[in-house]
């Protein structure tokens, strides 16, 4: 099986990634991008996506436009739209913005962004000042150069009656379309169901990953029954999963469900849980950008194919 570099090229027909050029987009495009719906309002999302924590923010904290733009550009011109951010990802907010307006790409770019002034990680730092919430709100409208955010979730638990009812008053002036609440925190789990099973919420956010399935035992479940869209962060298992891969190849029956690539098989995986609406891998990288597009195209493991991914990666060593 190909490497993600080799896979790119096969693809691009010997072109640069970052170059886009028709013969690229062609070949890249030939099977259209799953999409699913977002329960509540049944519009449509490309089922991949781009996480703009950890390497993206690094290099948005660089002031490094060019590689920001570069990643932006394959993210819309590969037929991907959703862009996941956080007032709390240091420039990622402000660069990505900027890049966006500049180049004329931002009208094709889902927003999504994180506000939490109630103690940061954990939201365990008591109730938040609404005040400082609405403030946080507006800078990432400023931030981000857009009068009309598509989604933004509460980070990390952070006080949900609170920062849940400011979401509510922007939404209700038209000024966000949707509104949810993410954690990244195993131990949170529960309290992320609660405000599934209490509060209006359009969407979650929740780390997913083919060694961390944490989230099919209660919470899945719960977003199919509740009509709740689902972004699934941390798809490779933060940098675990590449660590335990190292220099396997990829197993050739991953052809049989149309992965070429580890991180396509990584990704087909998140996504053949029907609760999941899109994957949000993070990449500064605009050829990783590509190859992760290539996850939401062709066919999705059968459950065979999804209990063989697990037999696999429980005899990987640990990271």
């Known amino acids: ?29 030939a099977q259209p991008l799953i999409t699913r719906s977002i329960p509540s309002s049944g519009e449509r ?33 590969g037929g991907a739209i959703v862009f996941d951010t956080a007032a709390g990802y240091g420039a990622s907010e402000e660069v990505s913005g900027r890049v966006a307006q500049e180049a004329g790409i931002a009208d094709r770019i889902f927003w ?15 109730r938040a000042d609404v005040a400082a919430a609405r403030a946080q709100v ?16 509460v980070h990390n638990m ?17 000024r966000i379309r949707y509104l949810g609440i993410t954690t990244t925190s195993e131990n949170q789990y529960g309290q992320l169901a609660e405000v599934m099973r209490n509060e209006p919420i359009d969407f979650i956010g929740i780390d997913y990953a083919v060694d961390n399935r944490g989230p099919e035992e209660v919470i899945f479940p719960l977003a199919l029954e509740r009509r709740i869209a689902v972004l699934v962060y941390l798809p490779f298992g933060r940098s675990r999963m590449w660590a335990r891969i190292g220099s396997r190849p990829v197993p050739d ?27 949000t891998p993070g990449t500064s990288d605009a050829e990783h950008m590509l190859d992760n ?19 696999l990666v429980e005899s990987l060593p640990s990271a």
Not at 301 to 310: A, G, K, L
């Open 1 to 29: 099986m190909l490497t993600r570099r080799d896979w790119l090229r096969v693809t691009a027909g010997a072109s640069a990634a970052i170059g886009l050029d028709h013969d690229f987009l062609a070949a890249l495009q």
């Open 45 to 77: 999302l490309p089922v991949i996506g781009l996480g703009g924590a950890n390497t993206f923010s690094e290099t948005a904290g660089r002031e490094e436009f060019g590689q920001i733009g570069s990643v932006l550009r394959a993210l819309v011109d």
């Open 112 to 126: 999504a962004t994180k506000m939490n002034v109630a103690g940061g990680r954990g939201g365990g730092g008591g």
């Open 138 to 153: 507006e800078r990432s409208f400023q931030r981000l150069r857009r009068p009309v955010i598509d989604v933004i979730n």
């Open 158 to 174: 952070g006080d949900p009656p609170t920062q849940l009812g400011v979401l509510r008053e922007f939404k209700q002036a038209g």
């Open 253 to 279: 029956w991953a052809a049989e469900f149309d992965a070429h690539t580890w991180a396509q098989l990584m990704l087909k995986f998140v996504l053949a849980h029907p609760a999941v609406t899109v994957a």
């Open 293 to 311: 597009i290539g996850g939401g195209r062709g066919r999705l493991p059968t459950p065979e194919h999804v209990q063989r991914m697990i037999r």
